[in-house]
């Protein structure tokens, strides 16, 4: 049985596309993380970040925050494995170092701009992207099963019949999110993903991945300045300025950290915008240096609020090997398949574009 919230139109899942997510939840976890890039010839090199670390639970919406080149899509880059070179440090994931061609697979990075097929309807472009994605020994049955579901629980059911090039920026989003989770990734990565929207969409897009998150992903998002109530919606935020963490902690206890650090935060303010002028070093350069070290780089984990973390064990459990195991013995569809998907892709859009 589906239960909506009637305030954004998303729908909890009836349980085809989401599983029993208890044994397969991940924790992934950084330590010393270093990320080094080149200024070019004769001109040295500079640290993006620098010795930071970290650790993102399942059934938690994080937010990686900071102001412009504080190295939150640098981080975002790296923990997914879509940037290697220059980086240096150690990541973890469910205590065992990460193997990225098996993360890649139970893992998805959806971009700032949203790459859809724009002649193709929303139901075109999931059926295809469900035919690409999953295994030939998937029914066409349960794939269709699949991609209603996923329209459903996204609030996209009732334009499945139109274009993606007429749909809202908001539906745009979704859309792209409904495109990752297909596939039923455990961890999910997203860089800005309320970039262009209103603030009505931008609710919609948190609520959603709120959503998602509690039902056992592990799913990490940069976001440059939000509201008061959209900074709310996130469980965990990790505070970056000039490569270094300033904060790791749930939302809530963000105000009662500065309050120790002397920092109280001005009644009527929120709280979002006064860290990001702190990690701007709007209020003195030292400010940044004080937080860095009261949160030991990321090391200190006390304002979490989760007992759990402090007490995660770095060795791997017999449980998570299976899980590693699982994700290796995963077949993607075959090349011919692949091909006459794409082809079916390519004649569709070849019909409806008048330059054609």
Known sequence: MESKDETNGLCEPKGLFIKDRKQDQVTLRFKNLYYTVSLGIGKGTKDVLKDINGIFAPNQLVAIMGPSG??????????????????????????????LDSFRRLSCYIQQDDRLQPLLTVYENMSIAANLKLSMDKTQK?????????????GLDKCKATRTGR????????????????????VMFLDEPTTGLDSSSCSQCISLLRLLAHQGRTIICTIHQPSASLFQMFDQVYILSQGTCLYQGSTGNIIPYLTKLELPCPIYHNPADFVIELACGDHGNDIIQKMAKEIENGKCLTWTGHSDLLAINDAPSDEIKKISKKVDVIHETSAYNQLKCL????????KRDPVC
């Not at 349960?142 to 996204?154: G, N, P, W």
């Open 70 to 99: 504080a190295g939150k899509s640098s981080l975002l880059d790296v923990l997914s494995g879509y940037n290697l070179k220059g980086v240096r440090g150690n990541v973890t994931v469910n205590g065992e170092e990460r193997r």
């Open 142 to 154: 349960y794939k269709d099963a699949v991609v209603d579901e996923i329209l459903s629980t996204l």
């Open 167 to 186: 749909l809202s920026g908001g539906q745009k989003k979704r859309l792209s999110i409904a495109l990752e989770l297909i596939n039923n990734p455990m």
């Open 343 to 350: 082809l079916h892709r390519g004649v569709l859009k070849c």
